[in-house]
């Protein structure tokens, strides 16, 4: 059974930056590709960025060039490095096992002044 934590969330100021982190457990973790996804307030979920089992990464238009997707193998964690964070990055972020449809909980990030 997969498990997916996610952590760093919080609040920021405006081009502000963050890192999440999600680890995770119950299955090998370099069989799967990886996902970011968010879910603002009265949104419909988006996509983020993805990451797939040798590295290759796609990101939505919205984020390209301010976040970027990574894994770390040795230690089941992946990862979405956010900068230069505006109002509308406001979400909560989940992490998905993309290739066996697994979501974590996920963690908000809020950016204000």
């Known amino acids: 059974q997969v498990q997916l934590v996610e952590s760093g969330g919080g609040l920021v100021q405006p081009e502000g930056s963050l890192r999440l982190s999600c680890l995770y457990s119950g299955r090998d973790f370099t069989d799967s590709a990886m996902a970011w996804n968010r879910q603002a307030p009265g949104k419909q979920r988006e996509f983020v960025a993805f990451?797939?089992?040798?590295?290759?990464?796609d990101y939505a238009d919205s984020v390209k060039g301010r976040f970027t997707i990574s894994r770390d193998n040795a230690k089941n964690t992946v990862y979405l490095e956010m900068n230069d964070l505006t109002v509308e990055d406001t979400a909560v972020y989940y992490c998905k096992d993309a290739t066996r449809n697994v979501w974590g909980q996920g963690t908000q990030v809020t950016v204000s002044s």
């Open positions: 990451i797939g089992r040798v590295g290759m990464t």
